[in-house]
């Protein structure tokens, strides 16, 4: 069975095992990457950063950037890690051999796991207030609540470090938990309900707001662009979303990739996977926004957004008691199937490359994810004031990740499967047809890094 055991990285007998049973395992190869793909990535920060970009422009540049930048870089980075079967940092260090390239391209190994690393410590913080809003939505708190009243639950909530602090550790336990069992059997299975639950769960809410008195305005907001509120600092955040919420640029696509059967084809395993993760945004935005204008909320409200937004429409909704569980439930385990992926590259180094064992790989990279992310829980509450470069820690982390670290990773890894490693090699990864191949060694060549790269010039101000 192709489970995501495949996570331990070092279990090659598996790899044997599947390639008899061919389309359960790429079903359970798409299932697998949708569900480290689909995550908090989606859900809360989409539309917060969509509300605070100003809509339709920004939602434009980012669908964009997924198809023409986020889709080929998907395919470059599942085909080195099929190529070597290993972690990211052998990966890099055996294909820079096979390539006979140099040495620097092993940098790209530690930069993923870095990366992984700082995103796991505030996803965790935020994954913490969804499992908090389970409780909320279960002890009945957002019945008949109005957009007020909702609003103050969450103020009050990330103003208590305490109970922030919570959930965080209960967020943590559980992943370093899950990860040090080498991933249950019972996690893959339950992406298996996951994302048809989570589907099913947003259509339903997407039908409620049908129902809103703003539910055009929404829309308009979504889908008509207004280039006039588009800056080069937008541009980056859209294409940085790009990157995040495939879960591009970091080496954890290439873990995946490292387990996929020879026989699954890497071009249509990446569009159903990119389609399904853009469809699940698109629908969050639909959901959400028709409930921020129809409770005269602002769209720019940050991260708090969807949980300023959504609970609104549980308290108001026929059997909205029920919906607000199972879906704050089902948020938290689509964070969860994303975490594990985070941290998984971290603690393959640990256990591969300086022998610890994999019980305490897994305590020592969570304690230390676990203490980066006070800075997050303080930035919402005691330390709100301090600002380095004008951010709080969190939007510093979030900023350095999402639009440094995994943008530039994702410009590397482009540069690698289409300039350095050799063109037959890739060729026999992907086994498309000529146009198909030219399309894509042209995109990954040139387009994508070169739109990264003028992207960055643009935000410098050179350009
Ligand atoms: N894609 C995830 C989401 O949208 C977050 C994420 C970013 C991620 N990079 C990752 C998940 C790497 C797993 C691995 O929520």
Redesign the pocket.
Known sequence: MFTLEFFTGTEMTDIKKTQHEEWSSRFAFILAATG???????????PYITGENGGGAFVLVYVLCVALIGIPIMMAETLLGRRSRQNPVNTMVLLTEEAQADKNWHYLGWMGIT??FL?LSY?SVIAGWASAYVLKAFFGSFFSADAIEIKGIFYDFIASPIQLIFWHTLFMVSTMWIVAQGVSNGLEKSVRFLMPGLCLLLILLVAYAMTTSGYFQGLNFLFRPDFSKLTPGSVLTAMGQA???????????MVYGSYLPKSVSIAKASIIIASA?TIVALLAGIIIFPIVFTHNLHPDSGPGLIFQTLPIAFGSMTGGWLFGILFFVMLVF??LT?????I?PAVAWLVEGKGLTRKKACIWSGLATWLLGFGTIFSFNNWSTFKIFDRSIFELLDYL??NLM?PIGGFCIAVFAGWIMKPHHSEEELNLPKPSHHLWKILVCYVAPLAVFLVFLHVIGIL
Do not use: C, H, P, R
């Open positions: 480290s793909a689909v995550g908090l990535g989606n859900i809360w920060k989409f990366a992984g995103i996803y990157f995040f919420t495939l879960s591009l640029g970091m080496g954890s696509v993760d689509a964070a994303s975490s594990i992926a985070l998984e990740t999402a995994l």
